[in-house]
């Protein structure tokens, strides 16, 4: 009997969590409310989780810090099958060693850019980065989703790109989470790319038009803070209560703004646990102080979070 | 007696080449040939060496690769005084760690970016990081060199972080590389902050204005091919022969600008010293092809290296 085939190329689906990363007082990664927080967004029906991803401030953390903080998440009782780990780093050495790491514990997939120090640089470079990552890390198992985010990261994802790591590795590239927010750009890689590589918006407000395009899910930074909101907008974008959930997130997300994402995320997390230690972030990122909290608080008065619809 | 004073605030003088950094086929850092270039450099009259700056790909690889390079540098009699080490890093911890060892093992003093990857941040967030570098790497004998980069990093240095982090540490902030390429904005930070802060800029074309002004070195990345020729536009200004110099660096970079700058200056090491691994970058990065070698090689016709003069 020939041994099971290995089932890469199925994209996840559901909403997964860009987790926020919790931290200690002196800013190390604090493990066990980063796997409370994921298990909790878990049990509101997430259908995983993603840690490290911008919204979790990844690159700010080493190797070391990201390998030990998602081995004491899965130790933790999160299933490594829910888990797609942002394994992307400035020098390949480490993006293989972190994506080695992430399927080696069973993770679902990873989430990958190409390196962001240096810019403007030519597709032929930016696929043989890809390809080196994938045949370094040499396991079937791996399943890639392309990421990108150019206002973050400086540095893009062209079709060229994926359309050629696509043919090379049909089995590995899998999707695109694509964060740009730019809707002509998503549906664009939608219509040349799906379904055989699946698109997944970062603008919640796009997700229920993606969806009807056959988007399966989300990775989400506002989901940490509205989980069955977000989940119900890619599960059931044609429920009639869909522009009701487009105008909460878009209100939340309008409230937030003045504060920057980071801080602001960090912030709501900070008021519903009554615990301070939410608002750290690893600098250059800037975290509200007690004053800005106050604003915040001040900015969500007449928007209440339901724990148990939203 | 007391012991002898510790005399960080001594910026350094000369032409210290942000080295290009030499790999194997398999991409790995070439130990041997990158110490060779190394004192090869020094040996044509350079003040000293500068690895793992922008030119030399820093970012692309793993701390354990930049520490390994940098020791085996040190082993082969590149002396650590006459090393500034690039020690930025997307995270924190990272960049405490290439420092405190570059410290350690003598080096004259370290050029450092804040973090890359998240942009538009607040000087608050910027100093903050500078100074968790500072504390972390908690050694006296550090000096460092404030590297702004914009049209590459993507971030870039305010005069207010400036003023802060040299208020807050008066003897480990020396001096700016200032590669943005803007004359105005050279000469902007060193009317703010010259002779305390000294400014060294990365276009070679004007160093002669920042030299007369009281700048004392180069750190250049065209120093790896002209490392005479960049040091007389430093340390001899006012020579007559400065505008011949002046149109001879500036001819180069326009034979070289095609190309692009990395794949440009590895290839014509590879002119240099017939041997063609000197083409390799590591990925995203592109080095040139052998066809791109020979339109190189073309480029170059009637420009004549002169290994003494040069």
């Known amino acids: ?8 190329a199925v994209p996840f689906r559901g909403t997964w969590p860009a987790l926020l990363t919790p931290l200690q007082a002196d800013l190390a990664i604090d493990h066990a409310r980063f796997a409370a927080h994921a298990l909790q967004l878990l049990a509101a029906g997430c259908g995983g989780v993603t840690p490290f991803g911008t919204t979790g401030e990844g690159t700010s953390f080493s190797v070391a810090e990201r390998i030990a903080a998602l081995e004491a ?7 490594a099958q829910r888990c797609i780990v942002g394994t992307f ?12 790491h992430a399927v080696a514990s069973g993770c679902h997939g990873c989430l990958v850019l190409q390196p962001f120090y240096y810019k403007g640089l030519g597709d032929a470079g930016i696929v043989d980065y890809f390809a080196r990552l994938i045949d370094q890390v040499g396991d079937a198992r791996l399943r890639l989703y392309l990421y990108h985010i150019p206002q973050i990261a400086g540095v893009g994802l062209s079709h060229g790109v994926v359309r050629a790591l696509k043919s090379r590795y049909p089995e590995t590239i899998v999707g695109i989470k694509d964060s740009a927010g730019d809707l002509a750009h998503a549906l664009a890689l939608a219509d040349a790319f799906m379904p055989g590589v699946r698109i997944y918006v970062g603008h919640e ?5 993606l969806a009807r395009r056959g988007s399966t899910g989300a990775i989400s930074g506002v989901a940490n803070l509205l989980p069955r909101t977000v989940s119900a907008l890619v599960e059931q974008a044609d429920a009639a209560e869909t522009p009701a ?3 909460r997130v878009g209100d939340l997300l309008d409230r937030l ?3 920057g994402a980071f801080a602001a995320n960090k912030g709501v997390m900070a008021l519903h646990s009554g615990d301070n230690g ?4 690893r600098p250059p990122l800037q975290g509200l102080d007690l004053a800005g909290l106050e604003r915040l608080r001040t900015a969500l008065e007449g928007f209440h979070f339901d724990p148990v619809t939203d």
Do not use: K
Request: hydrophobic share 60%; net charge positive.
């Open 1 to 8: 009997m020939p041994a099971p085939e290995i089932q890469t």
């Open 73 to 79: 998440m899965l130790a933790a009782g999160v299933p």
């Open 89 to 100: 780093a400035a020098a390949l050495p480490d993006a293989v060693a972190l994506t080695r």
């Open 205 to 209: 407000l796009h997700l229920p038009i």
């Open 245 to 247: 959930r487009l105008a």
């Open 257 to 259: 703004r003045p504060f």
């Open 278 to 281: 939410w608002l750290r972030v």
